[in-house]
């Protein structure tokens, strides 16, 4: 599950375990991010407070269009960890599994609208190339339809799962194999 000495649920802090509760009841399993970041449990309650706020927070971006860039950067990071989970996500959110495996496979020949399209393109290139952002690309994600709050919360959540893929293959956190049949 991890290359790192997962925590025993035993030694967790309470408010910990009390966390773990909910995706055990709404999934039936625990996340292996959730069990495996709790190795730091201070921490993953405060990355999972952010990642609360960005992914169901208030945004011009519905919660499946988050779900989407997830997906992309993932897919641009190879992280097989975040793939797995935010595919079966956006299986979940958008009830289109064909739509969903289509933005895995490759966003850019997905059947979404060219604001979705262009939303992606922004996290990729962020994602693969940030030093070549210009002020054109956020010009761009204009001109399709989202507002200044919409680009900020695009790049958040395009750097949020920078981090986290970075964390998921840097210690080798293994997915779980519910997340195959999720939404399916």
Do not use: Q
């Not at 996500?89 to 609208?113: G, I, N, S, Y």
């Not at 393109?121 to 994600?141: C, F």
């Not at 900020?152 to 779980?176: H, I, K, Y």
């Amino acid at each position: 599950m991890s290359w790192l000495r997962v925590p025993d649920e035993a030694s967790l802090p309470a408010e910990v375990v009390a966390f773990h509760e909910a995706p055990l009841e709404k999934l039936g399993f625990v996340p292996n991010v959730l069990v495996n970041y709790a190795l730091r449990p201070s921490h993953l309650l405060r990355w999972n407070e952010h990642y609360d706020e960005l992914m169901k927070g208030d945004s011009g971006l519905s919660k499946a269009e988050r779900e989407m860039i997830a997906v992309v950067v993932s897919v641009a990071n190879e992280c097989a960890y975040c793939i797995a989970a935010h595919s079966a996500a956006l299986r979940k959110l958008t009830k289109d599994p064909a739509l969903a495996d289509a933005v895995a496979a490759d966003h850019t020949t997905a059947p979404l609208e060219p604001r979705v399209r262009a939303m992606l393109d922004y996290a990729l290139k962020l994602t693969l190339h940030p030093t070549t952002m210009s002020e054109a690309d956020v010009e761009l994600l204009r001109e399709a339809g989202w507002t200044d709050e919409d680009v900020m919360d695009v790049a958040e959540v395009t750097g949020m799962f920078n981090l986290t893929n970075r964390m998921a293959s840097g210690l080798g956190w293994e997915p779980n194999p519910e997340y195959e049949t999720l939404g399916r």
